[in-house]
């Protein structure tokens, strides 16, 4: 069983930063063949994409929304993801999921219902203006 476990969520001001963290764990999972996302969903709104990275970590797309201010990364050696979210805005404010997928960051981007494989439980970012 594939448990991904997202933590660092919290309060904080406009212009503030925050970093997500994902943790993955499964006797089974091998977490460098998954490309990871994130996501997230604001209240009252559909879940939208934030941030992909490949397996590798050779490879990141972001919605433009965020680019420029999130960066995405991840450390195979230890089974996680991170979104560094720099310059956060009120508009920001949402549950961020962690997801992953074995497909390309263009198809976990685009088609996520057809893509991920597993999805965390989120984690609550909230942006004071």
């Known amino acids: 069983q594939v448990q991904l476990a997202e933590s660092g969520g919290g309060l904080v001001q406009a212009g503030g930063s925050l970093r997500l963290s994902c943790a993955a764990s499964?006797?089974?999972?091998?977490?460098?063949?998954?490309?990871m996302a994130w996501f997230r969903q604001a209240p009252g709104k559909e879940r939208e994409f934030v941030a992909t990275?490949?397996?590798?970590?050779?490879?990141?797309r972001y919605a433009d929304s965020v680019k420029g201010r999130f960066t995405i990364s991840r450390d195979n050696a230890k089974n996680t993801v991170s979104l560094q979210m720099n310059s956060l805005e009120p508009e920001d404010t949402a549950v961020y999921y962690c997801?992953?997928?074995?497909?390309?960051?263009?198809?976990?981007?685009?088609?996520?219902?057809?893509?991920?494989?597993?999805w965390g439980k989120g984690t609550l970012v909230t942006v004071s203006s």
């Open positions: 990275i490949s397996g590798s970590g050779g490879t990141t």
């Open positions: 997801a992953a997928g074995p497909a390309s960051t263009q198809a976990m981007a685009t088609r996520p219902q057809s893509f991920v494989s597993y």
């Open positions: 499964g006797r089974t999972f091998t977490f460098s063949s998954y490309t």
